[in-house]
């Protein structure tokens, strides 16, 4: 079947591999950016300034310029510097969307854990809780439920933002459907892409809905 | 004695809070503590409670030394000892401060469990005779969002006495309520009085602090102006800042 000159069955078969690269990145980048993000959120709560200022630092730094132009770092800054590639361009992909995106969760995650009022850590230590267990068992759980909202939000964001992807060449959806449509002078694929976008992101939104909904069961 | 706190100091950067307290509580006493807001009842509790570390001064608790000064340091005891004295104290805070992701029972049973170490059954036993005392067995399964004020602080007071403190002490228990809620948590108090309960109650309720405190201690400006039975204090006082207190109190 054709759609404005466009075959439609091999554009869709590619797309739905390039779809595999998509959640590939996504969950790679979720796999190492949320833990890495919290980490980056309870080191801008220490209170030595040796941990907390470089990691502020970091965070400007990933947070204030281009994810476009990381992409093109990771991808070729080893390059110029030891004259040859030390990784793959998919692994430079993932270290610049991971390192990226944890900037961004730090940020969500150190709001979470600030909003915990001071009295459930009173309340906790008056109890005999260790610094320990008062985090994992009465701070934390209510972290998360805070930061499910924005953590979606920043997901759906990922999911759009793989499309940047294409700048160092991975064959990604978007990257696709500009081949594509170049080739045959149509909007139509970059149409298709869109569909793709929307439908992955559907799942995401559905997906933090029902885990929003788990949390209901308790108010702050 | 259970609790003994001499010439204690706090102070925030340069804002002295607590001048020179000296203070002793004996086992099953009833202590209120009264005063003006900014005198430093609170701190004074919270000093007491680990909650904030004194600048001078010496505390002991259960006859265990928790802080002393030597050569003008406050020297606070290890964390061992530390630990054991908080497990001899309870605290109820003003605003409850219930865990709400936990269940009314769960608030109850799991420093029991994970402190305490006891085992499961039995922690449940103890909160649940303990919700029972409280009039709030059917919320077991409730969480804290869905109680009144005077049930959460129920609660809250069943937390604390799950593991078994020696002395309890009260923040300002009812100031957070509406005031038809208050009678409820004073009835509480009332009844862990006559069970001997060794409690230190920093209280606006001046009717209730008269009627239940073996001892009042009217604090102003960071020190002990006065210190007697209720009786002394309310009623006979010479003192001129107690009587303009309490003067101003019953205009309100």
């Known amino acids: ?220 | 004695m259970l609790l003994r706190a001499d010439n204690l100091q706090k102070h925030f950067d340069d804002t002295i809070v607590l001048k020179d307290i000296t203070l002793q509580v004996n086992e099953g006493e009833v202590v209120a503590i009264i005063g003006p807001s900014g005198s430093g009842k609170s701190t004074l509790l919270r000093c007491l409670t680990q909650l904030e570390k004194i600048n001078s001064g010496r505390i002991e608790v259960c006859g265990k030394r928790m802080a002393e000064t030597l050569d003008a340091k406050v020297h606070y005891a290890d964390s061992k000892t530390l630990h054991q004295i908080i497990l001899d104290v309870g605290l109820v805070f003003q605003n409850f401060n219930l865990f709400p992701h936990y269940s009314i029972l769960k608030n109850i049973v799991d420093a029991q469990i994970n402190v305490l170490g006891k085992d499961k059954k039995e922690a449940k036993e103890r909160a649940m005779s303990l919700l029972a005392k409280m009039n709030l067995k059917e919320k077991a399964n409730a969480y804290p969002s869905e109680l009144s004020g005077g049930q959460q602080q129920r609660v809250a007071i069943a937390r604390a006495l799950a593991l078994n403190p020696r002395i309890l002490f009260f923040d300002e228990p009812t100031s957070a309520l509406d005031p038809e809620l208050t009678g409820e948590i004073l009835k509480v108090i009332r009844s862990l009085a006559e069970e001997k309960m060794t409690m230190v109650i920093v209280t606006h309720e001046m009717a209730f602090a008269r009627d239940v405190a073996d001892r009042v201690i009217f604090m102003d400006g960071g020190v002990i102006v006065e210190e007697g039975t209720p009786q002394e204090v309310f009623s006979n006082t010479v003192n001129q800042r107690t009587k303009d207190f309490l003067q101003r109190f019953s205009q309100n």
Request: aromatic letters at 14%; a positive charge; charged letters at 15%.
């Open chain 1, 1 to 220: 079947m054709k759609v404005d000159n466009v075959p439609i069955e091999p554009l869709i078969t590619e797309m739905l591999k390039a779809t595999g690269t998509v959640v590939e990145i996504f969950f790679l980048t979720i796999l190492i950016a949320i833990p890495l993000g919290f980490l980056v959120a309870l080191g801008r709560r220490s209170r030595f300034k040796i941990i907390s200022v470089p990691i502020r630092i970091y965070q400007l730094v990933f947070r204030g310029t281009p994810l476009m132009l990381q992409l093109f770092f990771f991808m070729y800054g080893p390059y110029y510097i030891f004259e040859f590639n030390i990784y793959e361009r998919f692994t430079a992909c993932i270290m610049a969307f991971s390192i990226n995106y944890a900037a961004y969760f730090g940020e969500i995650f150190r709001g979470g854990i600030a909003s915990i009022p001071k009295g459930q850590y009173e309340a906790a230590k008056v109890l005999g809780y260790t610094k320990l267990q008062t985090f994992m068992r009465i701070i934390l759980p209510q972290v998360v439920k805070n930061v499910i909202p924005a953590t979606g939000n920043e997901l759906m964001t990922l999911v759009k933002d793989t499309s940047l992807a294409q700048v160092i060449s991975v064959s990604e959806i978007f990257n696709i459907a500009t081949k594509t449509g170049s080739r045959h002078f149509s909007t139509v694929p970059l149409i298709v892409a869109a569909v793709f976008y929307l439908i992955m992101n559907s799942g995401v939104e559905v997906s933090f809905k029902l885990i929003e909904k788990k949390f209901e069961y308790y108010k702050n």
